[in-house]
């Protein structure tokens, strides 16, 4: 099980069918629905009730939706934290006077710890331009 089989099976999740998910896919239908065939076989449990048209998902099905839809999620977030990702995010910046540094540096650390920050500290206004 991989990234992409939980991609590949939160598409035929949103489609409903495993054609109309291999066309959104773009891969062959016989390739995607034996794929799916091989995810049930390694988890050991089934995971669609087959349908003379649609796909339901069995409870064992829903769950795996869930998790796939984090694991994906988690995946994209960690793609966009990467230093490969060309999107860049804002890193906070705060300025603090220099003979504040000892006073306030520790403080704003403590509260935003669950943040990646940037202390600068400035002798004069003026500097303050230049961050």
Sequence with gaps: MDIRSMQYYLAVVREGTISGAAE?????????SRQMKDLEEELGISLFERGNRKITLTEEGMVLR??????VRLMQMTKKRSPRSKTISPVPCVSVPENLVPFTTFPVQQALSHRNIRIYAFRSPA???KI
């Excluded at 959104?24 to 995607?32: C, G, M, N």
């Excluded at 869930?66 to 694991?71: G, H, V």
Aim: proline share 6%; hydrophobic share 45%.
């Design 127 to 129: 500097e303050i331009h």
């Design 66 to 71: 869930r998790r796939a839809e984090e694991m």
């Design 24 to 32: 959104v896919l773009h891969v062959a239908q016989p390739s995607l």
